[in-house]
């Protein structure tokens, strides 16, 4: 492979890098040998991920062979061993790593590297590229929770994380966990020092070897070289000390940074209710009760033993502790909220002198903290039963004394909480219906109304602060989208010395940008608060995207500021017609608000795209979605991005308002700071930067960028686009003149550029899912990755990562993916009928989705009479149903044949929701369910069925799309109702 020296360091690339890739390596050498914070910005197809990997583990190599010469030196400084030539080579090796350290410091340790991304999806990504350079020999590890890396039977189902670490912690400590029983033992395996093993790779080590991968990543980081993880593992604080993470003399690489500011706040914020404070009262109350009970029960011996075992704590640890939440719940009662409707705000101070009223203080809070624990993983372990309590308020209240006493109780770190929070309390919405969790018990209410507590951080520095404190060597920063990177600098409230905004490796010729001030009808526009319901505003809008639909060849991607807006734009296109007309041209697909069936939709988008008697496709989404993160649509995939709007945060949400609040106080003392209406924009333009970022990933990619709202004209928001972007932009007077632009642009790529093979499916035409993959990142870990494992030219498509096929092929040569395993969030995502058999069940191979334009209103033409079989519940599990029932279904002819053709695939989804089930669910769980399914078919008691399906299938516990699922096998009268409820429910998220 090529080498380069830069700053004295050698670096292997794996081809000849290009001038941007040379000056963000020098960058980030010049961080490491100084000691220095950097912040870096490349835009996404520059291969920045690998630029940063080459160059970090360069540095470290040269600075590891330092710190051995120097160890050498002393060992061996004598005339006889040749001191001389050891100074030397010493000398030679401090100037290459820029360390001025005296040689007689040879016991200084060697520096670690922490690269920390936002989602395993995107560590594994990295982790590729790290396979495809000289430095894969080096030694690594990646970190990950037990919802990854959990391999026990029992555990791994355990659907809530917080009751999953403690049945573990359990398990270890009663030495009654196999797989933890053999880490010892097979640590020290060559299999796992010479492989650069990603999440995935770990689980399938795990089971080949029978040991554990949770507690394997953690011994492997000992002697790592380099550790993946995600970011919210080294920005908060509570993860840090749970995973043991040392940042003593390490460098952190902070890579997808533009999320950190926003991590940072989150990671030092909590709420707590007086819902909450209850609930901790019931669980300790319901221990306290077992303890009576078992008082009484003291000659049974067996009973004795195996409880006994389990209880850490005493019965006056109980009352102690039930008296303290007795105070607390009495201090927040007597809290008065002067602004009921809007709520109080009072200094972050506050938080101490509420827990100081319930005798939690400072040097107490430990003690708390560890008799809590004990109490959870007793109510966690000692019962299978789902009815009862885990401890989940006990533990949110546990979280809430690790933050609020994070560093002490020095007058600097209380001085530093006054400035960077804020205590916002209002009144504790009521819940809707009593049906939402049948299995809670009454709780203590009372006569005063609850309240919310919020205790929330406004500044990102107070974590980066203190995670400066923990000695940490150089932290590195770095996206594709940071600009403009001033305010970003001043948010991070860290010394950052070395800056970079990279320019794009695309030639002007390749890109066409602009910003469109009205429509084809001459309407302005504006997606305003004040003109985003405006009918004409909408139609004009929806004329421009037909209009574009036309000139634009294969994918066109059309960002909306909300889920709101993009739905109120879709019904009025549909009620006018407009959506037809726009679906005859190309079809569209559109994201879903929430994960249930993302992955069908993408994958009728990316088979739309490459079928040539097809002339593209529209992916409709949101900024700050799914799509706009970490999406890749290379080459034909996208084409054009049109931006319909600035996503503006919600101007009235409690937080944005007191973050504004927050910066004009800081502002007040320090006039270079930002302001709270300068954040309020740049939280806007970001996102809009990130959607813009979908598009132009590589070398010879091309494509337009249309800026679809006048207001993107003002020079301020065109300065806070991505500096790659700000020479091109131009400024569309009328819709004739983009029209034009538009055509010569994709005329003169089309013979000019190279253009990918579109007979088949390829590397330069598939859509890589890392968002996809954040959002269902525990099935993908745990080795049902699909199309990002299935097919490694997939994969290297990855937002931010480096494909070198696409600076090394000029020809653009494609190849075939291999075929995608549909997984069961698919089959749920299916059109169906209500109404289907469950008998019988068998899994048709070649399974195809729906498209998602069959959701479009259209006249009904005329009804006909099917025959269809009910779902026989109690037979589904023991036998063939037989039965059947007449009943009218008006539908037009289309979705009718199409239904009647997918008669196997409701069979295979039938048998695939009860699998995902019982893999979902304990044991005692699914006797719940099977007894469900007997009375629902008996009775057709709904209200009793949804009582029971919410118990089961909490969304709390992420297993809604188990309970969205169970409409495909209800009674067709119960299909209306059994909808609105999952409205609410999704509503009450």
């Known amino acids: 492979m090529p080498e380069v020296t830069i700053n004295n360091v050698i670096v292997t ?17 010049e961080c490491l040998q100084n000691n220095k914070h950097g912040v870096l910005e490349s835009p996404t197809g520059t291969g920045k991920t690998l630029s940063l990997l080459c160059s970090s583990l360069s540095w470290l190599l040269t600075k590891k062979a330092q710190l051995q010469a120097q160890s050498l030196v002393g060992a061996v400084e004598t005339p006889n061993f040749g001191g001389k030539f050891f100074k030397q080579l010493n000398n030679g090796l401090k100037e290459a790593a820029g360390d001025s350290e005296p040689s007689v410091n040879f016991g200084w340790a060697v520096p670690k590297i922490i690269y920390a991304s936002r989602t395993h999806s995107q560590l594994s990504q990295a982790m590729q590229e790290l396979k495809r350079t000289s430095y894969k020999h080096v030694s690594t590890a990646v970190l990950g929770s037990r919802d990854q890396l959990c391999i026990h039977p029992e555990v791994s189902k355990e659907t809530n994380s917080s009751n999953k670490i403690y049945m573990c912690h359990s398990k270890v400590k009663s030495r009654t966990c196999f797989y933890y029983n053999n880490v010892e033992i097979r640590k020290e395996d060559p299999f796992f020092k010479q492989e650069v093993l990603d999440i995935e790779d770990l689980v399938k080590a795990g089971q080949k070897f029978k040991c554990c991968p949770y507690f394997l990543s953690r011994e492997l980081k000992q002697n790592a070289d380099i550790v993946f993880l995600p970011y919210n593992y080294v920005l908060d604080a509570k993860s840090r000390r749970s995973q043991g993470i040392d940042l003593q003399n390490n460098v952190i690489l902070l890579d997808e940074a533009h999320n950190v500011e926003k991590m940072c706040e989150e990671a030092a914020s909590l709420q707590i209710s007086s819902t909450d404070v209850a609930m ?44 303290m939440f007795l105070e607390l719940e009495k201090a927040i009662d007597s809290i008065k909220i002067v602004k009921r409707d809007e709520g109080d705000t009072l200094p972050g101070g506050y938080i101490f002198e509420l827990l100081e009223k319930a005798q939690i203080t400072h040097g107490k809070e430990q003690l708390v903290i560890e008799k809590l624990e004990k109490i959870v993983l007793y109510l966690t372990t000692t019962s299978t039963s789902p009815f009862t309590r885990k401890g989940n308020a006990l533990q949110k ?29 209002q009144l504790e919405e009521p819940k809707k219906s009593n049906k939402t969790d049948i299995w809670e018990t009454k709780k203590s209410v009372s006569k005063s109304d609850g309240k919310v507590i919020s205790y929330w951080c406004f500044s990102p520095g107070f974590s980066m602060q203190q995670m400066m404190e923990q000695g940490v060597r150089s932290i590195i920063l770095t996206s594709g989208t940071l600009s403009p990177l001033k305010p970003f600098i001043s948010e991070l409230g860290i010394p950052i010395e070395v800056q970079l905004e990279n320019p794009h490796i695309v ?21 305003s608060f004040n003109t985003r319901n405006d009918p ?26 909300s889920y709101p807006i993009m739905k109120k734009c879709r019904e009025e296109w549909q009620n006018a017609g407009l959506w037809t007309k726009i679906t005859e041209r190309k079809p569209i697909y559109v994201e879903p608000q929430y994960k249930d069936g993302f992955v069908n939709v993408m994958n009728e988008y990316c088979e739309k795209i490459k079928d040539p008697a097809c002339k593209g496709a529209i992916f409709m989404a949101v900024c700050r979605g799914k799509v706009s993160e970490g999406l890749d649509f290379a080459n034909a995939n996208g084409r054009a991005v049109l931006i319909t709007g600035l996503p503006f945060p919600p101007l009235k949400d409690p937080r944005v308002m007191l973050k504004q609040r927050y910066l004009e106080e800081m502002r007040s003392n320090n006039k270079e700071a930002l302001s709270g209406q300068q954040w309020y924009q740049l939280e806007a333009s970001r996102a809009v930067n990130q959607a813009i970022g979908r598009i132009i990933r590589h070398k010879n990619d091309y494509g337009a960028i249309i800026l679809c709202d006048c207001r993107f004209d003002n020079p301020s928001f065109k300065k806070q686009l991505s500096a790659w972007l700000r020479p091109h932009i131009k400024t569309f007077t009328n819709f004739g003149m983009v029209t034009k ?31 996809l ?18 097919d490694s030219d997939v994969t290297s498509l990855i937002d931010n990562t480096f494909n070198i096929d696409s600076y090394t092929n000029e020809n653009g040569t494609d190849k075939k993916p291999a075929e995608t395993k549909k997984n069961f969030s698919e089959l749920l995502a299916t059109e169906s009928k209500p109404i289907i058999n469950f008998s019988n069940c068998k899994i048709k191979k070649n399974y195809t989705t729906c498209e998602l334009t069959k959701d479009v209103t259209e006249p009904v033409t005329k009804k006909r009479k099917i025959k269809m079989l009910p779902v026989e519940f109690n037979k589904c599990l023991a036998g063939p149903s037989t039965s059947t029932e007449s009943i009218d279904i008006s539908k037009n002819s289309q979705q009718i044949s199409e239904e009647v053709a997918n008669d196997t695939d409701k069979k295979a989804l039938g048998k695939t929701y009860l699998k995902e089930v019982k893999r979902s669910l304990s044991e005692v769980k699914y006797k719940i369910f099977a007894k469900m399914i007997q009375d629902y078919t008996k009775t057709g008691d709904l209200e009793e069925l949804l009582r029971t399906l919410e118990t089961l299938f909490s969304p709390k516990e992420g297993l809604l799309h188990l309970f969205i699922g169970f409409k495909h096998f209800l009674k067709k009268q119960h299909i209306t109702k059994f909808e609105s409820h999952i409205t609410y429910l999704k509503n009450m998220q």
């Open 13 to 29: 690339f794996p081809f000849k890098p290009y001038p941007v890739q040379e000056e963000y390596m020098a960058k980030v050498i």
């Open 280 to 323: 901790c009262i019931d669980e300790i109350t319901a221990v306290m009760e077992d303890m009576a009970r078992d008082a009484e029960r003291q000659n049974d011996f067996l009973m004795e033993n195996s409880e006994n075992v389990q209880k850490d704590f005493t019965a006056d640890d109980l009352c102690i502790l039930k008296a």
């Open 397 to 425: 209240f546990s979280d809430l004394l690790r933050t609020v006493f994070n560093s002490g109780n020095s007058l600097r770190y209380r001085e530093k909480v006054k400035q960077c929070y804020k205590v916002y309390i």
């Open 507 to 527: 030639k002007g010729d390749q890109i066409c940008v602009g910003v469109l001030s009205q429509g084809p009808d001459g309407y302005s526009l504006n997606s």
């Open 536 to 561: 004409k505003y909408i139609a004009s809008l929806g004329r421009t995207i037909f209009n574009f639909s036309c000139i634009i060849p294969h994918g066109l991607l059309v960002f909306f500021p």
């Open 741 to 771: 632009e538009l055509r010569d642009f994709f005329k003169y790529a089309e013979h000019t550029l190279p253009q990918p093979n579109m007979t088949g499916s390829s590397s330069s035409n598939s859509v890589s899912l890392p968002a």
């Open 773 to 790: 993959a954040a959002s269902f990142d525990k099935t993908i870990s745990r080795g049902t990755k699909g199309i990002l494992k299935q």
